[in-house]
């Protein structure tokens, strides 16, 4: 799910967690409760072994982004951060900004994986809301002295009969809304265009470069 760069304690809990997911098999489409749970304890099977392997920068944001685009919804979430801007641009404008933001949020997460010492994400349950699908999680310190732990809910959504995740909610905070008046801010700094957004996020990007 998208990330704040203010909120780095959501971002690296949100890291952590792609990393500890348990590997599992793809998702189908018979029961949709398990399909849901395999979604969250599969996503990160590639990012486990890019961790293990000791990749470099590069090869974290290549195995993120494959990641990401197997099974988050980039178009939605990114056309509801953006709002009306978004529908008001122009179809090439849309596919540029769609394109910033994928990279922003690949980026983002990838530097947060250098972060991740060995949590354990727990799957506890499946509940439904509406048209979504919510898996409950949390994210367990390697330590057994440290007691607390981190809720992540996974809020899923059927895209052509598989799940998608819309949205991660990481201690009750969703990474979506976050994100959205992060953007809000960003679009009346830039004129209100998402011509002028997505120049927002690509600075945001080199930020993260420059930081690497």
Not at 118 to 130: A, C, F, I, N, T
Request: hydrophobic share 45%; net charge positive.
């Amino acid at each position: 799910m998208p990330v704040t760069f203010g909120n780095k304690f959501r971002c690296a809990a949100l890291a952590a967690g792609f990393a500890a997911a348990l590997t599992a098999a793809p998702a189908r489409a018979a029961d949709p409760q398990s399909d849901a749970r395999a979604v969250v304890t599969s996503m990160a099977e590639a990012v486990i072994a890019t961790l293990r392997a000791g990749a470099d920068k590069a090869a974290r944001e290549a195995q993120f982004r494959e990641m990401y685009r197997r099974n988050f919804d980039n178009a939605g979430i990114g056309a509801w951060a953006a709002g009306r801007a978004f529908q008001a641009a122009s179809p090439a404008a849309r596919q540029a900004y769609l394109a910033a933001f994928e990279t922003y949020v690949v980026k983002a997460y990838a530097a947060q994986l250098t972060k991740y010492k060995g949590e354990r994400l727990r799957v506890d349950k499946v509940e439904k809301d509406g048209r979504y699908t919510i898996v409950i999680s949390n994210l367990v310190h390697p330590d057994p002295r440290e007691a607390r732990e981190i809720e992540m809910r996974w809020r899923l959504s059927p895209a052509a009969g598989r799940f998608v995740v819309s949205d991660v909610v990481i201690d009750k905070i969703s990474m979506a809304l976050t994100e959205k008046r992060a953007f809000t801010d960003w679009l009346q700094e830039k004129g209100g265009t998402i011509e002028g957004l997505t120049q927002k996020l690509k600075e945001k990007i080199a930020e993260v470069d420059d930081g690497s």
